[in-house]
C-alpha cells in the first residue's frame, strides 16, 4: 500500500541539517508540482561542498546558498535533471563560486515533442542548461571526503540522474522518489517504461533513506519504492480494464480512473494516463488511433500477452 508522507517543514532559506554531513536549504518557490519547494543539498564539511540541484533562478535562494557555503569552496555543483525548478540556479552560484556544472547532460525529453503539444507540466524543461561536465551512469564524482555516484534513473526526464552518496546509506533521489507524492511521469519529457527500469534499479541498490528534490526525507525507501512500482501496476491494469470495458479516450478513462479528482489536477492526470498509453501501445497491448497522444482513440489489442513488468 502506497502512503505518502507529506509532514514538512521547509524553513526556506535556512541550511537545515538532514544527515551526516549534508544541509538542506528550500527554495521558496512552492506550488502544485514543487510541494513546499525545490531542495538544494550541500554535501562535504567546512572545506569543500559539493551542491547538489541550485534551484530555480532566485536572487534570494542564490543569496542563502551563498550564506550557507560561507568560506567553504564549492567543488562541484550537480544537477539531478534540466527542470526550470532545479538547474536554472547552476549558472548563477558557477558565477560565484567558480565551480563546474556536472549533469547528465542538457534538456532531454524522452521522446521528441510534437508541435500540438503544448501542455507541459512541472516547471517546464531548462534548456539554457548545459553542464561543464557530463555524467555517465556510474561516474562517480570525487568531493574533500565524500564521493557521489551518478545514478541514471530517466522516466521523470530523459535525463535525471540520483546521487548515492559513499557509505550506501543515502542516495539524492530527484524527482525520480519522494515521500510526499508520486513522480510526474508526463510525456514528452517522461516515459513510463523508462520510470519502471529506474524504480527496479533502485530497489536494487543498497540505500535506505533518499533526499528528494522536495519534500522531507524517504524513510525504508526499497519498500517504498516497491509501493511506488505496485501503484503504477495497478494503475495500468485500471487503464487496461477501462479499455477492456469499451472507454477509447483518455478523457473517459481519467474520469473513471482517478474517481474525486480535483479538476485542476485534470491535466496532469491525463498526461499520465497517456504515459501508461504510450507504454501499453509499445508493447503491442493497446492501438492508437493515429498516433498515442491526448485527443487520440485507443483499444486494447486482442492478445494475451501479459505485461512485462515483474
Ligand atoms: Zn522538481
Known amino acids: 500500500m502506497l502512503q505518502h508522507d507529506r509532514a514538512f517543514e521547509p524553513q526556506w532559506g535556512a541550511a537545515v541539517p538532514v544527515a551526516p554531513r549534508v544541509r538542506r536549504i528550500t527554495a521558496e518557490n512552492p506550488g502544485p508540482f514543487t510541494f513546499q519547494g525545490t531542495n538544494t543539498y550541500l554535501v562535504g564539511d567546512a572545506g569543500a561542498l559539493a551542491v547538489i540541484d541550485p534551484g530555480p533562478d532566485d536572487p534570494r535562494h542564490l543569496a542563502a546558498l551563498l550564506s550557507a557555503i560561507g568560506g567553504a569552496r564549492v567543488s562541484h555543483i550537480l544537477v539531478t535533471h534540466t527542470h526550470r525548478d ?11 563560486t567558480g565551480a563546474p556544472m556536472l549533469a547528465a547532460g542538457p534538456h532531454r525529453p524522452a521522446r521528441p515533442p510534437r508541435p500540438d503539444e503544448t501542455a507541459r507540466l512541472d516547471a517546464g524543461g531548462d534548456t539554457d542548461f548545459v553542464p561543464d561536465i557530463a ?30 552518496l559513499d557509505g550506501g546509506e ?37 540505500e535506505r533513506a533518499y533526499l528528494p528534490g522536495h519534500g522531507g526525507p ?6 517504498y519504492v516497491a509501493a511506488l512500482a505496485a501503484h503504477r501496476r495497478g494503475r495500468e491494469q485500471a487503464i487496461r480494464a477501462r479499455l477492456a470495458a469499451g472507454d477509447e479516450t483518455i478523457a473517459a478513462i481519467v474520469q473513471a480512473v482517478y474517481v474525486g479528482l480535483d479538476p485542476a489536477l485534470a491535466p496532469a492526470a491525463g498526461l499520465s494516463v497517456l504515459a501508461h498509453l504510450e507504454d501499453l501501445v509499445a508493447r503491442g497491448l493497446v492501438a492508437a488511433d493515429p498516433l498515442p497522444a491526448l485527443t487520440a482513440q485507443f483499444r486494447p489489442l486482442p492478445r494475451s500477452t501479459p505485461p512485462v513488468y515483474e
Open 86 to 96: 532545479h538547474s536554472p540556479g547552476a549558472a548563477a552560484l558557477a558565477a560565484a
Open 170 to 206: 543515502w542516495l539524492f533521489s530527484g524527482d525520480h522518489v519522494m515521500a510526499w507524492s508520486t513522480s510526474i511521469v508526463a510525456p514528452p519529457d517522461g516515459a513510463m517504461a523508462d520510470y519502471m527500469d529506474s524504480l527496479a534499479r533502485l530497489a536494487a541498490r543498497p
Open 135 to 164: 555524467l555517465a551512469d556510474g561516474a562517480v564524482v570525487e568531493g574533500e571526503g565524500f564521493a557521489l555516484t551518478a545514478v541514471a534513473t530517466p522516466g521523470h526526464t530523459g535525463n535525471h540522474l540520483a546521487f548515492a
Open 218 to 223: 524517504v524513510r525504508d525507501a526499497p519498500a
